[in-house]
Nanobody
């Protein structure tokens, strides 16, 4: 069964760190651009970070630059999002996405991140 499974979310205090993982099943990630999105209640889903197929290029939302790092381990078929210096505004449901022209696009089911004191 083809799917993406996120994990690593939870409750964190402001200033703390969390590491999200996104594991692929039924297909190989190395053929895909991988992204992390998040959606807070009442807001649209927004792009947080993206990494190219070979990992040579990354880009980030302005709100997370310098705090979040996206990485990929194609041998493990997994993408990560290291989130440092968390803020309450980082609260939301975090999704990973796999996309590549000419191939199906896949979304995970999401993992909740809550930042609160």
């Amino acid at each position: 069964q083809v799917r993406l499974v996120e994990s690593g979310g939870g409750l964190a205090q402001p200033g703390e760190s969390l590491r999200l993982s996104c594991a692929a099943y039924g297909f190989t990630l190395d053929q895909y651009v991988m992204s992390w999105y998040r959606q807070a209640p009442g807001n649209d889903r927004e792009l947080v970070a993206r990494i190219t197929r070979n990992g040579a290029s990354t880009n980030y939302a302005d709100s997370v630059k310098g705090r979040f790092t996206i990485s990929r381990d194609d041998a493990e078929n997994t993408v990560y999002l290291q989130m440092n210096s968390l803020k309450p505004d980082d609260t939301g449901l975090y999704y990973c996405k796999a996309n590549q022209m000419g191939r199906p696009t896949y979304w995970g089911q999401g993992t909740q991140v809550t930042v609160s004191s």
